[in-house]
């Protein structure tokens, strides 16, 4: 097919009566259909169900060391839930504290304490002018959230296939000490589906920041979230490298076992250097008596051991995998040459990020959601839900049943390519 | 036996003998018992084991509404958990959030939103120069905690048999505006075991404060924990009184059934008026995704309903009023008619607030703990662990079997008993 951009206006016009003419049939449809979150599906759900028979009323609920996990006590998680979700960041039990159901709560607390006292005897930044975070864009929308929410300016990175634009984040970082913080998910990333090179974070680790309270918010929330055995990317652990590179410090890392086990119903874990850990661990202790140590001991005794997490991690893909290729070979099949719109392929994670034409994005959603498909919302990749060239959109397919997958992305693919009749049209 | 207030100097020498000969006894038992906190013990989590059995592998985690509870979502909670909790807190199920596993960690969120982002509208508590809180004394050490490390500046105020001194509150709250809050555990409270009274709910909802985001926070942490079925305390509910008298804002309800499921692994809950809880969600989305509704549906299918509750409250009271009891008869033994210290007698709750002769609480903790019986810090129910009299000891004798607690008791009232000589001899 050819490129919109060659076509002649009265292709352009033939094109747009018929896409329009099969929008109607969408239209006709009623359809109700959602790409918008990254949830899990029923499907990837069922297969965690044994988690519900592991515990039962005949069993010893003591942790190894024997803790009586069903009292107060353990504020940092039992050894154990450690060990296993330890294994999975790849860091020490020791740099672990075992969380409630949510990373983005930790992630969140971590920066209203942040906010309230500091970081390690740093002024807090509720005391000071101006705080500031580097937010590569794409990026996840939650993060974004809680940083407005707290009044933190944020100042979008470009992401390269490389992760996030590394000239650009030295360049910032040394210069400018109201710069606290940057959001990474580093692996598999929200939307992109990108994972960033062994360079990027080794320069991550050498980062020299202007701000002795400077943290990477490291949300490896896609770790083992693997789509194929034979093509996986591969991450450096970033604590062990800024601790070669003499900032130990320098890093807070996140991640949970919410696409995992049960979203909402997981586990949660921060690993980080043991300076950070005591300096947490001050606000910890006023805030809660523990966390839910039943259910840590509930996903040890039903994944085992990272070998079992593992094993578990590849009943998800096969679900998941065929409905990526699916919106994959949908897109390719309706957009490919037509110079209209790029997306990903991601190995991991849950997402495919599109690029349309400048100018198109939130035109290409509301015609979506018109019949009947739900995306997220155009712009929400970007800090303040605003994204400069209204290019950028996030589909998520992991939760429709494949049929419905199909109808959605189909639909998808002709707004895509409706507005962007309309945009050479209005050209 | 003779008051030791009437003892000549050399009967309080041959008492003082014969107890240090008494005390040495225990040091050679080598004890280690621990009647320091709050916690149930290990029969009272037995009864609740059923619950390990509620859910299964072969049953639908669907709400009522038809949530899929393993998934994402629900930010305030289900429906089911919402109507079960409001029954124990006696509130509209439209009134609640249902939180995860710790109602101390709802507290201290609420004060940390309160610092960065103020109450409703008003100015984020961590702009001003001054924020205070009223502090009824003895009370929990753990609320003390959160707003010591907030840097509020806390005022004691002393608890009657009604509840705290209403005459001090009013006069403090409606004139001075830095007072942002008080701290209420409002039946069988902690330590005393003292329920407010009608007229002190009456006078808390009729309170005019000078600052327009001063909040109730009404930890109600005992609220159905009778320890008899015949005798009862009644609470009059305040958020019904709160509104009736215009002031439907002014107070934050707080509950979980950390002592009524599992401790750690129970759920907890907010009830408050619409306004509140509209400000209060505007953070929460921010912070999380959701709680963890499978355990929401787990409670709901334990309990099924508020009866199932009260009937499963009678077997915790079953297991602990003896403990209560014994306690109480070791104390009256040992000590009656001593003239050397007071004690309560709750029908409820989790503790027995003992007052020594002034300036003997520490000695008499620190000489139970080197004989191996660990009790609550003395001065622990007291804002910064300072209790002027040095009088106040919080006896929790929930934990220890029966057989252990007799014998730490009898060391207590030893120990109480050996540092009031003591006092005496050095009067």
């Known amino acids: 097919m050819k490129a919109y951009s060659e076509m002649t206006k009265e292709e352009l016009l033939a094109e747009q009566k018929q896409l329009n003419e099969e929008y109607q049939k969408y239209l006709a449809m009623n359809l109700h259909l959602d790409m918008s979150r990254g949830k899990p599906c029923k499907e990837q759900l069922d297969i965690s169900m044994g988690m519900m028979d592991v515990l039962n009323s005949q069993q010893d609920l003591r942790s190894e060391d024997g803790t009586d996990c069903r009292n107060y006590g353990c504020l940092d998680g039992i050894p154990e839930a450690k060990v296993l979700l330890g294994d999975m960041m790849e860091n020490h039990p020791d740099n672990i504290i075992i969380y409630g159901n949510s990373s983005l709560n930790v ?30 864009v794409p990026g996840y929308d939650r993060h974004f959230a809680i940083t407005e929410y707290f009044g933190i300016e944020m100042i979008p990175v470009p992401m390269t296939e490389e992760g996030p634009d590394m000239d650009m984040v030295e360049q910032l970082v040394s210069s400018d000490a109201s710069i606290k913080g940057i959001w990474c998910v580093p692996k598999y990333s929200n939307p992109g589906g990108v994972s960033y090179s062994d360079e990027t974070v080794r320069r991550f680790a050498k980062l020299e920041p202007a701000a002795k309270d400077f943290r990477i918010f490291w949300d490896n929330a896609y770790g083992i ?46 690993a980080t250097s043991l ?8 606000q910890l202790k006023n805030q809660t008596i523990g966390h839910d140590k039943v259910n840590q001991l509930r996903h040890v005794r039903f994944f085992k051991d990272i070998h079992g997490m593992t094993e578990h991690m590849k009943k998800h893909a096969d679900i998941i995998r065929p409905k990526f290729e699916m919106v994959e070979q949908v897109l390719e ?12 392929k991601p190995r991991g994670g849950y997402f495919i990020s599109f690029d349309s034409l400048d100018g198109c994005a939130k035109e290409i959603v509301s015609r979506a959601k018109k019949a009947g498909v739900v995306m997220t919302g155009a712009g929400a990749t970007w800090p303040y839900g605003k994204d400069p060239k209204d ?32 945009k050479y049209l209005n050209a």
């Open 225 to 270: 979230h693997h789509l194929y055995e034979d093509k996986q990317d591969y991450l450096i652990e970033i604590l062990a490298e800024c601790k070669k590179e003499g900032h130990p410090d320098m890093v807070y890392k996140f991640a949970s076992t919410s696409k995992i086990s049960f979203p909402g119903s997981g586990i949660a874990a921060l």
């Open 275 to 282: 300076n950070n850990l005591e300096d947490i661990k001050k």
């Open 391 to 422: 290019s950028n959109i996030r589909i998520a397919p992991t939760l429709p049943p494949v049929s419905e997958l199909n109808t959605a992305a189909k639909l998808f693919v002709l707004c895509v390519k409706l507005v962007s009749v309309e």
């Open 107 to 136: 992630m969140f607390d971590t920066v209203s304490r942040a906010m309230t006292h500091g970081i390690m005897g740093n002024t807090p930044w509720c005391k000071l002018d101006k705080v500031k975070f580097l937010c590569p």
């Open 333 to 344: 099949e309706g957009l490919g040459g037509l110079g209209i719109g790029s997306w990903t």
